[in-house]
Every structure is written in structure tokens, then in C-alpha cells.
């Protein structure tokens, strides 16, 4: 990593709490909770991490949280992360982390909340990291399993800042969560999505005109359509893009093909974030890294990335 990039105060806003988990930790775990695992060890895991698509990602994603159980492990995952970011000078999170992953495997709502909210205070007092959470809903699942998840949340509604939409995007559009969205709105909560990741542009219209969203995910497919592009840009609507993550899933086929910097010198506000870094190789630090290294992004250019994570923030 490069000393300069590695100084530079940033935050990250697109980051997935259970794509955190390392296959050294998530042995670790396997092990104190006696579960048995599909992989010899954790280089025949990291060897299984190669990827045509997000679903072949997420099957893995999934296959990996099963380890997560107790809220100990809930709080040295988050914790672990959040040493990273002490690393890399990341000086504010804002972590999504997703409750029906471990609900549906019985696993209550608050052994979750609990574990990961008592690792963010302590980051804030220990390492002096700000954060704030974002509940994310799972869009394979159906509407009224979201509603469920919200409902479950309430009596937590202080430790979230806002409501988020992941997992498989193509057939599953924002529009299949748009009263969920708006009851969350009437709760208080601001709304962000993942969209134009692999779905089309539409999906980017969609998660701005029908949820509301503060700020896209992903949102790389926008540059296909030109009026959405001025709309981006007009509104300064934040982009948390994820750079690795976008070669490892092959929405790009090469980091050199990635669109980040010609959006950025476009006007568009776009962010620099990992995504989910134990499975993708690298932390945001490792995304700057990687840019500097393929894209020829300039200091400035950093500087204007970094800058424009602390101004997208939401806590
Ligand atoms: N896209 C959608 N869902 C996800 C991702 C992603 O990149 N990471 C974890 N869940
Ligand atoms: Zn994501």
C-alpha cells in the first residue's frame, strides 16, 4: 500500500459486515462453534474465491455467515474490520449488515444487532471511528419477508441510521420494495440501495424515484444512459462504487475498463469503497491502491475520492 493513499482521511460507505469475514477468522469460528466446513483449510477456501457473477459470489457469501452464531462472533467480526479501517485511515463507516441471513437460520435479531453494535461504540471510543449502521433487506426474499425484518428492527431503531436493498439484483428491481421503503421512511429511516451494479439503468430510476435512496450503490451501469447521468450529476447523488469487487464479478472485465475516473471527472460525486474485502481482495485502501496502479488515477483524483466519502456521509 502506498503511504500517501493510506494517510489520506477517507470513509467507507459500502461495506458488507459478513464480507468482511476472513477465512482465517471464519475457520476461527467454525472451530469455537463446532461446525464442520466444506473446506480443508483456509487456502482451499480463498482458492473456491473466483467468481463469474454476483450470484456466484453470494453463494459463497451465504455458505461463509453460517459460521456467525453467538454474539461474541458477531463483535470480533465487526471488530476485526474495524482495525482495518484504524490501518487505513478510515476515520468513519458506514457498514450494512444483512439481519435475514441469520434470522432464517434462527439465529435471534438482537445475538446480531447486539454483538455488531457493541464493537462500533467501542471503535468509537477505543479507535475513534465514527459509524452509523444500515439495515439491509435481502431482494431475493419477498416483500412481506421485509416487512417481518422491519418490524423486528423496531425495538432497535436508534442503532440504525438507515435502510439498505442487496443481494441478487437482476429480476429483483426496487420497485418489488417500494412499501417497505416508505414505511421505513415513515419510521425515520433515510434509504440507500444497491442498484446498476448488474441491472440496468432503469433499476437506478427506480431505486431514486420509487425508494427515495440518498445514495446509490454501485450504480456503474448509470453511464449507459445520459439523462440519468445529468440527473446524477445535477442532484450530486453519491456513488459508493466498489472497484475490486466490480473485476472479481466481472462487471468490468479489467480493473483498466473500470468507469470510476471518467465519472469523476464528469462531475459525478463517487466514492472509493471495498464492498465486501475479505472475498474480493482488499480493503478500501487496496481500491485506491488498485486504481493508482491500473486506472492512473492522480493524487488530485484521490484526494477528490476521499473528500467526496467524508461529504456522502449520512451519520
Ligand atoms: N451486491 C449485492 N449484494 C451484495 C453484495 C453486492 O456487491 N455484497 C454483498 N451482498
Ligand atoms: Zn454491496
Same mark, same amino acid.
Not at 500517501?4 to 460507505?13: D, Q
Not at 439495515?135 to 435481502?138: M, P, V
Not at 431475493?140 to 432497535?156: M, Y
Not at 467524508?310 to 451519520?315: F, I
Given at each position: 500500500?502506498?503511504e500517501?493513499?493510506?494517510? =489520506?482521511?477517507?470513509?467507507? @460507505?459500502h461495506?458488507?459486515? #459478513?464480507?468482511?469475514l476472513?477465512?482465517? *477468522?471464519?475457520? &476461527?469460528?467454525?472451530?469455537?462453534?463446532?461446525?464442520?466446513?466444506?473446506?480443508?483449510d483456509?487456502e482451499?477456501?480463498?482458492?473456491?474465491?473466483?467468481?463469474?457473477?454476483l450470484q456466484?459470489?453470494l453463494?459463497?457469501?451465504?455458505q461463509?455467515a453460517?459460521?456467525?452464531?453467538?454474539?461474541?462472533?458477531?463483535?470480533?467480526?465487526?471488530?476485526?474490520?474495524?482495525l482495518r479501517?484504524?490501518a487505513?485511515n478510515?476515520?468513519?463507516?458506514?457498514?450494512?449488515f444483512?439481519?435475514?441471513?441469520?434470522?432464517d437460520?434462527?439465529?435471534?435479531?438482537?445475538?446480531?444487532?447486539n454483538?455488531?453494535?457493541?464493537?462500533?461504540?467501542?471503535?468509537q471510543?477505543?479507535?475513534?471511528?465514527?459509524?452509523? =449502521?444500515i439495515?439491509?433487506? @435481502?431482494r431475493?426474499?419477498? #416483500?412481506?419477508?421485509?416487512?417481518?425484518? *422491519?418490524?423486528? &428492527?423496531?425495538?432497535?431503531r436508534?442503532a440504525?441510521i438507515?435502510?439498505?436493498l442487496?443481494?441478487?439484483?437482476?429480476?429483483?428491481p426496487?420497485?418489488?420494495?417500494?412499501r417497505?421503503f416508505?414505511?421505513?421512511r415513515?419510521?425515520?429511516?433515510?434509504?440507500?440501495a444497491?442498484?446498476g451494479?448488474?441491472?440496468p439503468?432503469?433499476?437506478?430510476?427506480q431505486?431514486?424515484?420509487?425508494l427515495?435512496i440518498?445514495r446509490?450503490?454501485?450504480?456503474?451501469?448509470a453511464?449507459e444512459?445520459e439523462?440519468?447521468?445529468q440527473?446524477i450529476?445535477?442532484?450530486?447523488?453519491?456513488?459508493?462504487?466498489?472497484?475490486l469487487?466490480?473485476?472479481?464479478?466481472?462487471?468490468?472485465?479489467?480493473?483498466?475498463q473500470h468507469?470510476?475516473?471518467?465519472?469523476?471527472e464528469?462531475?459525478?460525486k463517487?466514492?472509493?469503497?471495498?464492498?465486501?474485502? &475479505?472475498?474480493?481482495?482488499?480493503?478500501?485502501?487496496?481500491?485506491?491502491?488498485?486504481?493508482?496502479?491500473s486506472?492512473?488515477?492522480?493524487?488530485?483524483q484521490?484526494?477528490?475520492?476521499?473528500?467526496?466519502s467524508?461529504?456522502?456521509?449520512?451519520?
Open positions: 500500500m502506498y500517501w493513499l493510506n494517510a =489520506l482521511p477517507k470513509a467507507e @460507505l461495506l458488507h459486515l #459478513e464480507g468482511s476472513e477465512p482465517e *477468522l471464519l475457520f &476461527a469460528l467454525a472451530e469455537r462453534n463446532k461446525i464442520a466446513l466444506p473446506w480443508t483456509v482451499a477456501l480463498r482458492s473456491a474465491y473466483a467468481f463469474n457473477n456466484e459470489f453463494d459463497l457469501y451465504y461463509g453460517n459460521v456467525l452464531r453467538t454474539e461474541q462472533d458477531f463483535y470480533d467480526l465487526t471488530w476485526a474490520y474495524l479501517c484504524k487505513q478510515v476515520i468513519h463507516t458506514e457498514p450494512f444483512d439481519p435475514q441471513t441469520h434470522t437460520r434462527g439465529i435471534p435479531f438482537e445475538v446480531v444487532v454483538g455488531i453494535q457493541q464493537a462500533l461504540t467501542d471503535g471510543e477505543k479507535l475513534g471511528i465514527s459509524y452509523g =449502521l439495515l439491509s433487506f @435481502l431475493h426474499l419477498s #416483500e412481506e419477508q421485509a416487512f417481518v425484518t *422491519l418490524d423486528q &428492527a423496531r425495538p432497535f436508534d440504525f438507515a435502510v439498505g442487496d443481494s441478487s439484483e437482476m429480476g429483483h426496487p420497485s418489488k420494495f417500494q417497505v416508505d414505511k421505513a415513515s419510521e425515520g429511516y433515510l434509504t440507500v444497491h442498484a451494479e448488474e441491472g439503468p432503469e433499476y437506478i430510476w431505486a431514486l424515484d420509487l427515495k440518498e446509490i450503490d454501485h450504480g456503474v451501469r453511464i444512459d439523462r440519468l447521468m440527473r450529476i445535477d442532484e450530486q447523488i453519491p456513488l459508493t462504487v466498489c472497484p469487487s466490480n473485476t472479481k464479478l466481472c462487471v468490468f472485465d479489467d480493473m483498466r468507469n470510476i475516473l471518467e465519472m469523476l464528469r462531475g459525478v463517487v466514492t472509493v469503497n471495498s464492498d465486501d474485502p &475479505a472475498y474480493f481482495g482488499g480493503y478500501v485502501g487496496e481500491n485506491f491502491a488498485a486504481l493508482y496502479d486506472l492512473g488515477m492522480t493524487e488530485s484521490a484526494r477528490k475520492l476521499a473528500q467526496n467524508l461529504d456522502a456521509r449520512l451519520a
